[in-house]
């Protein structure tokens, strides 16, 4: 089955720094990609996705592009504000019936001002 | 639109009593409902995946006695934790996906804390 790789944090970043998560993949076909965020206590939000090659996903200022060239959907936020502090994971669903979602380890994003 | 309501948010029970857990689709038909885990600062766990009438299909290591899963209506899933242990601690958050995935893909319910002791 499919299977997403993602990079492992803490990420510490100081208010309007640049961001990058990364997350590749493994995938039969050119599935859906995923980056859904998850605030403290709360369960997890869709923030951007892509469903073809080439597309990009952008919301809140945050974007990621889907990269079959070299299997990636990184993550990118050009200035990043406290109140993105959050748990970000990438996901895509798993090959097979039921489509269910397989998710990176999340990568925890802690912003300071 | 696609909003997907999970309750309780947070409960705590005494060990060997059991939990139920609802998570309904508020504004469409949610034809799939998938049930995860999540441990402290860790990534979700698929526990188990139900269609509307059908039993749920586990995921291996979860026991199905254990985590009763009904699928009633295109509304409505419930996850019952039996006879709940201290290990049982955990999130757990449900997800639905409704008939039309491109316009919908994948809800997730805000989740539940569920704290045995």
């Known amino acids: 089955g499919n299977s997403v790789t993602q990079m492992e944090g803490p990420v510490t970043l100081s208010e309007e720094a640049f961001l990058t998560i990364n997350c590749t993949y493994t995938?039969?076909?050119?599935?859906?990609l995923f980056w859904y965020v998850q605030y403290p206590g709360e369960g997890l939000q869709l923030l951007l996705k892509a469903t073809k090659a080439d597309d990009k996903g952008s919301n809140k200022g945050f974007e990621a592009t889907y990269r079959k060239e070299t299997t990636s959907f990184h993550l990118e936020k050009g200035s990043v504000q406290v109140s993105d502090s959050a748990v970000y994971f990438c996901?895509?669903?798993?090959?097979?019936?039921?489509?269910?979602?397989?998710f990176g380890a999340g990568t925890r994003l802690a912003v300071h001002p | 639109g696609a909003v997907v309501s999970q309750h309780p948010s947070w409960v705590i029970c005494k060990s060997g009593t059991s939990v139920k857990i609802e998570c309904r689709s508020l504004?469409?038909?949610?034809?799939?409902m998938f049930w995860y885990r999540q441990f402290p600062k860790q990534s979700l766990m698929l526990m188990a995946t139900?269609?509307?009438?059908?039993?749920?299909?586990?995921e291996q290591g979860v026991e199905k006695d254990k985590f009763l899963i009904n699928h009633a209506s295109l509304t409505l899933s419930t996850l019952t934790v039996t006879s709940a242990h201290p290990e049982d601690s955990s999130f757990y958050i449900c997800?639905?996906?409704?008939?039309?995935?491109?316009?919908?893909?994948?809800?997730f319910g805000s989740g539940t804390r569920l704290t045995v002791v």
């Open positions: 504004d469409f038909q949610a034809t799939t």
């Open positions: 996901a895509l669903p798993l090959s097979g019936g039921y489509n269910k979602l397989i």
């Open positions: 997800s639905a996906r409704g008939q039309g995935t491109a316009n919908y893909g994948y809800t």
């Open positions: 995938a039969t076909g050119y599935p859906s």
């Open positions: 139900s269609n509307e009438g059908s039993k749920a299909t586990y």
